[in-house]
């Protein structure tokens, strides 16, 4: 062949090439390989366990496999009975094709198609009759396999897609519903088994075991004879019984399988401890059953590991299957009244606003704001209480006090921010109740809050799904006043610690708080110690309250369990005192900074530069006559024959607590009446309402009364009460109005020096 015959030979090759690769690319184009696959969702433990798994849309169990999961033993054995030129073809063995169209034809019939692994793989993607035309298509869908991925992504595939009758589909669903354990862990016998089964699925499947043990020696006798394994595991998989019958697929936390299933992901390796999880699903469910005769059906945990914010465990109810009782209800996910559970979050941002510090004195007393009268759970009154014992004893009254100083709005807006949605819904329309449980939240709300609290005050999302980096923290309040929380709510000295609890069964180191919400329909005990934090709720889906329901003596020993459970005897450090945080004392009749006349002081935490340095004077000098019987002010104190003497002045509101209590304490005798600053009749008086009068309103558009005062010249801050209720707290000359209720009325206001002027009315509602 001359040069020039040359160079045109192999320009045809080289545009023969080209134009098949032109047609290639353009039919690829055109007819797309059809691989995406529809696989059933799973979701795996931590440690690579099956939790659980859903049917693919198409009603199969098609569980996809990683390529660590497809062994060395199950591609070898596919490899010798299926296709032993895997590895070095481009999808098609010309060799076997024409072998078996010779077969075929000399025979005058179909007896071996010489489909490669790659052939079998484009017709499990695209089923079609067996007829030549589909031989001819499976050629080309072969080619594209081998184009787009590499040879052990074509393992891959085979082995998620290959039939072991029914609905039965992929390696993986057939070892872990017929031999309950993932293909990597398949024994010689039984990856041979799994290899054999695809050729007659159903047929074998139906025919039985002694029929597959059969099959699967014959092959192990013929790997033998070709040495494709070594023959002594060759004769012990021979000898190996095979124990091959379908089992349901695993069904842990379904909850949170059902709530990640949603997501679209396929597979889902969450963060749970496969261990702790059946331990607390076994817990919740058990402790449960012991209170049916009560009345409470069910109950929710979620436990997060604190220095990753990971969710180890999570139990939606006691018992999932459980119809009767709403088992499939999600309780961590499920809006409830939180009871007191919010109260440490309030205190803990008074530390930091410097409105108090554990020490300070608060009132714990019968109040009325704007119509609002709330009562403590065990309906008595404390009078003077500190704000630790307030909230370790979780009073309600000095909680409601200390929100209305604080800001309802301002508080509000930071639950907003920590993501309770139902808060955020209703923020315009929330009132002080807000604090004593007056809107739904989330168990895994509440738990992550208190995941803050174990995290020196710095907020992250929970983290379900392995993969998942970690959000950025979010400051909730400073460490500081964390620590000062978690001191108070570490306290034993407490009526939430469950009776007899501390004699009878082992305390963990926990700092923790409960709640109980209106009507006893919730329960909730939420702890936390250095490595974790526990959340459980205890309670009836349907809403229905039970009398012996509450936080205290049901949720809490759940709560217990749960963490002698998972940390037992933890070795972890508790909570040090930050650096920013400072001790001093302060009086204890007050919690403010001694005084020169306090006589009891008391060690207490405070931020410095935050915390107020106010001087306690809560003992004051009072100017009395001779007899003690008046009190003089600095205007009417005779220059001689009176007596000076240091007493505790108390407010006006305490005084009609201990008034009403028969509750002694020291009073301060009443002003001169005869001071030329005094007002003619007497100390204060009412002059907007007359005394025994009726006053008629109009029921359609009912019109506020008048509150108005006459007061002394030395009064600053003058206190309304309706029917002995406190109603607001006003200037002296400041006007007050306020829509009064039908029947009779008990008008009364007392001065900032306990001077009291009181009425009585008579209101009727009539249509004017």
Not at 113 to 139: C, D, F, N, Y
Request: proline fraction near 5%.
């Amino acid at each position: 062949m001359n040069r020039i015959s040359f160079i045109s030979f192999s320009k045809c090759i080289f545009t023969g090439i080209a134009a098949m690769l032109i047609v290639a690319i353009v039919l690829n184009l055109i007819f797309p390989l059809p691989d995406k696959i529809d696989y059933s969702t799973t979701v795996y433990a931590a440690d690579g366990t099956l939790l659980n798994a859903y049917l693919s849309k198409d009603d199969k169990w098609r569980i996809a496999s990683e390529k660590n999961e497809i062994s060395k033993v199950l591609q070898v054995a596919l490899m010798a009975k299926e296709d032993k030129y895997f590895r070095y073809h481009f999808g098609v063995n010309p060799v076997a094709i024409t072998k078996s169209a010779f077969g075929n034809v000399f025979h005058l019939k179909r007896l071996s198609g010489a489909s490669t692994i790659t052939m079998q793989v484009a017709r499990m993607l695209e089923h079609r009759p067996r007829t030549i035309w589909s031989k001819l298509v499976e050629v080309f869908r072969a080619e594209q396999l081998e184009w787009k991925y590499s040879k052990d992504e074509i393992l891959q595939l085979y082995f998620n897609l290959v039939p072991y009758g029914g609905n039965i589909e992929g390696i993986k669903s057939a070892s872990l519903i017929y031999f309950q354990k993932p293909p990597q862990q398949l024994s010689l016998a039984e990856a041979v088994t799994l290899c054999i089964i695809p050729n007659r699925p159903n047929a074998h499947i139906r025919y039985g075991v002694p029929f597959l043990i059969k099959e699967r020696n014959r092959w192990l006798r013929k790997f033998k004879e070709e040495n494709t394994f070594s023959p002594k595991a060759l004769d012990e998989a021979m000898l190996e019984p095979l124990q091959l019958q379908r089992h349901e697929l695993p069904k842990f936390s379904p909850h949170l399988a059902y709530r990640l299933k949603k997501s679209g992901c396929t597979t889902i390796k969450t963060n749970i401890q496969f261990n702790q999880q059946l331990k607390i699903e076994q817990l919740t469910q058990n402790y449960v059953g012991t209170l049916k005769t009560l009345n409470i059906k069910n109950a929710a945990v979620l436990v997060i590991d604190n220095r990753s914010m990971k969710v180890v465990a999570y139990v939606g109810s006691a018992d999932y299957y459980d119809k009767t009782d709403g088992g499939q209800v999600d309780g961590i996910r499920a809006i409830r009244e939180p009871g007191s559970t919010l109260k440490p979050l309030l205190y803990g941002l008074s530390f930091d606003k410097g409105l108090i510090t554990p020490k300070t004195v608060l009132k714990d007393i019968p109040i009325n704001i704007n119509g609002f009268s709330p009562e403590n759970f065990d309906k008595l009154f404390h009078g003077y209480v500190t704000a630790e014992f307030a909230l370790s004893n979780s009073l309600n009254i000095p909680a409601v006090l200390l929100l209305n100083k604080y800001g309802k709005d301002d508080f509000a807006n930071t639950l907003s921010g920590l993501h309770f949605k139902k808060i955020k819904q209703n923020s315009a329309k929330l009132g002080l109740s807000l604090i004593l449980g007056g809107c739904g939240v989330s168990l895994e709300e509440l738990t992550l809050l208190y995941a803050s609290f174990a995290n020196n005050g710095m907020y992250r999302n929970a983290r379900y799904i392995n993969d998942v980096a970690d959000d950025a923290a979010q400051k909730v309040i400073s460490p500081s006043a964390n620590f000062m929380v978690t001191e108070i709510l570490s306290n034993l000295a407490r009526p939430d610690l469950p009776a007899n609890w501390e004699q009878t069964t082992h305390l963990p180191k926990i700092a923790w708080k409960t709640g109980t919400s209106y009507a006893r329909k919730d329960a909730w005990s939420i702890g936390y110690n250095k490595h974790y934090t526990v959340g459980v709720w205890v309670g009836n889906f349907s809403g229905e309250g039970a009398p012996a329901l509450s936080g205290a003596n049901i949720a809490t020993p759940l709560l217990f369990n749960i963490f002698n459970t998972i940390d037992y005897n933890s070795p972890n450090a508790w909570y040090a005192m930050p650096k920013e945080c400072g001790v001093r004392s302060v009086c204890s009749e007050s919690g403010l900074i001694p005084g020169e006349r306090c006589e009891n002081e008391t060690e207490d935490f405070f931020i410095p530069m935050v915390s107020s340095n106010k001087i306690c004077e809560h003992i004051q000098e009072v100017y009395l006559t001779a007899d003690e019987r008046y009190s003089y002010c600095t205007k009417c104190r005779p220059d001689q024959g009176y007596k000076i003497k240091y007493m505790r002045t108390t407010d006006p509101d305490m005084v009609r607590f201990f008034d009403a209590e028969h509750i002694p304490y020291e009073k301060i005798p009443p002003h001169n009446p005869e001071c030329f600053q005094m007002t003619k009749e007497g100390d204060i008086r009412i002059i907007s309402l007359v005394n025994n009068t009726e006053y008629y309103i109009d029921k359609t558009n009912p019109q506020p009364l008048l509150l108005q005062s006459e007061a002394n010249a030395d009064v600053k801050k003058i206190f309304w009460y309706v029917n002995n209720n406190f109603f607001k707290q006003c200037l002296p000359k400041e006007k007050v109005y306020f829509v009064p209720a039908e029947g009779p009325q008990i008008i009364s206001c007392v001065d900032d020096r306990g001077r009291k002027s009181e009425i009585r009315i008579v209101v009727k509602l009539v249509n004017l």
